[in-house]
């Protein structure tokens, strides 16, 4: 997720700190027979320059731009950049010293952002995002962010996804994710593409297909290696982290925290 490597074993046991594990009892049984994930390959089409200094946490690619979100307490942001060129064409500094922003993802011209452990959201409007619209409270830790057409979709770095109404970001149900092995935690980056859910796992160089009907992780996409050893900058280069999807091409961009690099991506 999102924590700075230098904070350590803190980051991993705030990780593991959630107030809604995956074996909620009102949460629907283990269904039987879960088939293993398809494993997706895929092409790298072309590289751009990523801004160095985006801790990122949620890309969102809209009308050609790419909005990005990002984390670390004081620098964390909102910001619209040129994908690219990796141009930085706006940004809000919404961090201090206490808010740790997250995910972010843009619904009937709101963007929405998530914070990490502030239990709060920002709504935008697209065109200004200088200064909040409103808030809402959010009572979970907020990780990945993303929506289908009629519902906003959280997740808090457990196996849970949350489909929330987008007036009220009152919780409206929860599905536990799972694959052939069990559940699925640290999903992190969201998005929606075609009626499935893309979630990078926080720590890994993969993301899952998630059928959100279900629960089950039907695919996976395995991203070893995208960063030469060469462009990694130590201490400083993060994890795998942020999906956009670009509905005119069918590509996706791909990209993690403080990479110097954005790639975009055909899945095979």
């Known amino acids: 997720m999102k924590k700075l490597f230098v904070i350590g074993l803190v980051g991993l046991l705030a990780c593991n700190n959630n107030t ?34 985006a801790y990122t946490q949620g890309l969102e690619l809209h009308q050609g731009k790419l909005y990005e979100g990002t984390g670390d307490y004081e620098t964390s942001s909102l910001r619209i950049t040129d994908w690219k060129t990796g141009a930085v064409n706006k940004l809000h500094a ?65 196996a849970n996804l949350y489909f929330v109404d987008p007036e009220t970001f009152k919780v409206k149900s929860t599905i536990a994710v799972r694959d052939n092995l069990g ?8 998005e929606y593409v075609n009626g499935f859910v893309y979630a990078n796992v926080y720590e890994t160089d993969f993301i899952v297909k998630i059928d959100p009907e279900s629960g089950h992780v039907v695919g996976k996409i395995n991203l070893p290696g995208l960063l030469q050893a060469n462009e990694v900058i130590p201490y400083r280069t993060n994890v795998l982290n942020g999906i956009a999807y670009d509905s005119s091409t069918k590509h996706f961009l791909i990209t993690g925290k403080r990479w110097p690099k954005l790639f975009e991506i055909q899945l095979n």
């Open 20 to 53: 809604t594990p995956d074996n909620d009892p009102d949460l629907p049984p283990v269904a039987a027979g879960i088939s293993e994930p398809q494993n997706i390959s895929y092409t790298i089409l072309s590289q751009h320059p990523h801004d160095t200094s």
């Open 183 to 190: 559940s699925v935690n640290y999903l992190n980056e969201l």
């Open 94 to 158: 919404m961090g201090t010293e206490d808010i740790f922003g997250e995910g972010i993802t843009i619904f009937k011209d709101k963007i929405y952002q998530l914070t990490w452990q502030n239990n709060v959201v920002y709504q935008y409007a697209l065109h200004n995002i200088e200064k909040p619209l409103k808030t809402f409270t959010w009572p979970y830790e907020g990780w990945g962010i993303t929506h289908d057409s009629s519902s906003i979709i959280v997740s808090d770095g457990s």
